[in-house]
């Protein structure tokens, strides 16, 4: 069946610009993710949905970073005004409950210049 | 506070010689343990999870993990690598902490298979 999918797969920005990554989580899915991943690290978790809730925001680095699910499905993570710290691959996940099995997609690579 | 540590940035094995991946935790709840490996360009893919019971899991691609609660570890094995097996692999903790459920992961541990 299918997968989590993003897009874009890879993003060039320049500073100050805003973008806009997507999450088509796995259908039925009740909890999807968001995550951050630095070059040579592990994901670091940005935020947390349960349906359109958004449960937990506490890894967004800063003002900059906002996320929605407004229907409970696709999800956007949005990074306004962006910095060059802010290049990374960003990483969605979805599952089917809370705790549960995360399924990740292949990430969108954002790149500031 | 919560970490995962996984001290080896490399290793290199070669090829049809046994694995050991490392992985310490420091978790202030019941541990939900997870390993996910990810290829050049691919998303993670879990290999294997260990939620209660059993304290040896088994996963895919022959790999296997073991539980044990006094060391705070849960290392990744496998007899016999194949080349195929060359990635980066993360061990990652998770649990309900404060009603909310999120994810902490090592740094990875890159994995090189020599012919």
């Known amino acids: 069946g299918a997968g989590v999918s993003q897009s874009p797969r890879y993003k060039v920005a320049k500073r100050g610009q805003d973008v806009a990554l997507r999450c088509d989580p796995i259908s039925g899915h009740v909890s999807l993710f968001w995550y951050q991943q630095a070059l040579g690290q592990g994901p670091e978790f940005l935020t947390y949905?349960?349906?359109?809730?958004?449960?937990?925001k506490s890894g967004l680095p800063s003002d900059r970073f906002f996320a929605e699910r407004p229907e409970g499905s696709v999800s956007t993570l949005k990074i306004q005004r962006t910095q060059q710290e802010d290049s990374a691959v960003y990483l969605c996940a979805s599952s089917p409950g809370l705790v549960d099995t995360q399924y990740f997609g292949p990430g969108t690579r954002l790149t500031v210049l | 506070a919560q970490s995962v540590t996984q001290p080896d940035i490399h290793i290199t094995v070669s090829e049809g010689a046994s694995l050991e991946l490392r992985c310490n935790y420091s978790y202030g709840a019941t541990p939900y343990l997870f390993w996910y490996v990810q290829s050049p360009g691919q998303g993670l893919q879990l290999l294997l999870k260990y939620f209660s019971g059993d304290t040896l899991v088994q996963g895919i691609k022959g790999f296997e993990a073991e539980f044990k609660r006094s060391q705070s570890s849960f290392n990744l094995r496998k007899p016999s690598v194949h080349w195929s097996d060359a990635a980066e692999y993360f061990c990652?903790?998770?649990?309900?902490?404060?009603?909310?459920?999120?994810?902490?992961w090592g740094a990875g541990t890159k994995l090189i298979i020599k012919p």
């Open positions: 949905f349960q349906n359109e809730a958004q449960l937990d």
């Open positions: 990652a903790v998770g649990g309900r902490m404060d009603s909310n459920y999120q994810l902490i």
